[in-house]
């Protein structure tokens, strides 16, 4: 099939490329590169630098005519959401419509949405959440994502196109940059292997969901080709508290330093991990990467990036 993968040269959005073209399609990537962390893109995918807010975009499908559109463009900062909520509006409300636009009009079959599962439902009731709890954000990122998956229910109802979105957890692995991204993994890693100390905000009780980013990017070739209406989280079901995960990471890169306390985002929450069940009965899929294995393997490249320059 033809994709076209809509920040293709970022962290998730190289990694989801990289396996579509494992998988034998051929695949073009769309990426204004403004993130900072260079150009990622997978060798063998075709590679445009256009902003998805640009009508230069108009171009790019017109030459490709994707039959698969996979929209991983977005500010994927909520930090910055908070200080620019209309900045963000332009990127993942107004960008994404721009997208999902020429995608029927070039006439695509399948778009796919990467969209939030953390920053989605407030502070909930129970966990793991589900698919069908409470939408109730409290962040202009997590509004204007759900905003986007209803754009993408109303061009399924109205003009037929086959739209999935997949609520991420917080994804780590190999390729997130420290330096210009959110991964507090990556963020941790990096800081303790240089002997600096990182950052804790708040008082280290919080909980997140982590998911390997290699698992992402199989269930993204996993839903080609399939029909689901329903949103379907891509996480791993088990939440982890910000100070077991600094812990682990100080074993794993034998650092001395320990983290330092600060204050408390506003607009993060407290407790947040995503129930699996949908994903593995529509999609046969589930987290295959331990923890404890993405660990070790973030801090292994991380190591290597270092060692590199």
Do not use: C
Request: no cysteine.
């Amino acid at each position: 099939m033809r994709i076209l993968v809509t920040g293709g040269a970022g962290f998730i959005g190289s990694h989801v490329a990289d396996a579509y073209l494992k998988a034998g399609h051929r695949v073009a990537v769309v990426d204004a590169l403004v993130s900072g962390g260079g150009n990622r893109t997978p060798p063998g995918a075709g590679f445009y630098p256009v902003d998805i807010r640009s009508r230069d975009l108009a171009d790019v499908f017109r030459e490709e005519r994707p039959e698969v559109v996979s929209h991983h463009a977005a500010q994927a900062n909520l930090r910055r959401s908070l200080e620019d909520p209309a900045g963000d509006a332009e990127v993942n409300v107004l960008g994404t419509l721009r997208v999902l636009d020429l995608a029927v009009r070039h006439k695509a079959r399948q778009f796919i949405f990467a969209s939030t599962g953390g920053a989605l439902y407030g502070e909930p009731r129970s966990i793991p959440v589900s698919e069908d709890d409470p939408i109730l954000p409290l962040s202009p990122y997590g509004f204007h994502k759900y905003l986007g998956e209803q754009y993408l229910g109303y061009y399924r109802r109205v003009h037929g196109l086959e739209a999935t979105v997949l609520r991420y957890a917080n994804v780590y692995g190999p390729r997130q940059d420290p330096s210009t991204e959110a991964g507090v993994i990556s963020i941790f890693a990096d800081a303790m292997l240089v002997g600096r100390a990182p950052v804790i905000f708040g008082d280290g009780t919080q909980t997140r969901d982590f998911v390997y980013v290699g698992d992402v990017a199989e269930a993204n070739v996993r839903v080609l080709g399939r029909s689901i209406a329903e949103p379907v989280h891509i996480a791993t079901g088990v939440e982890i508290s910000v100070n077991d995960l600094a812990a682990r990471l100080v074993a794993l890169t034998g650092t001395t330093v320990r983290p330092t306390n600060g204050l408390a985002i506003p607009g993060e929450v407290h407790r947040i991990a995503l129930a699996t069940e949908r994903a593995e009965a529509v999609l046969g899929w589930w987290p295959r990467t331990s923890l404890e294995e993405g660990l070790r393997r973030t801090v292994e490249w991380l190591k290597k990036r270092s060692a590199s320059g």
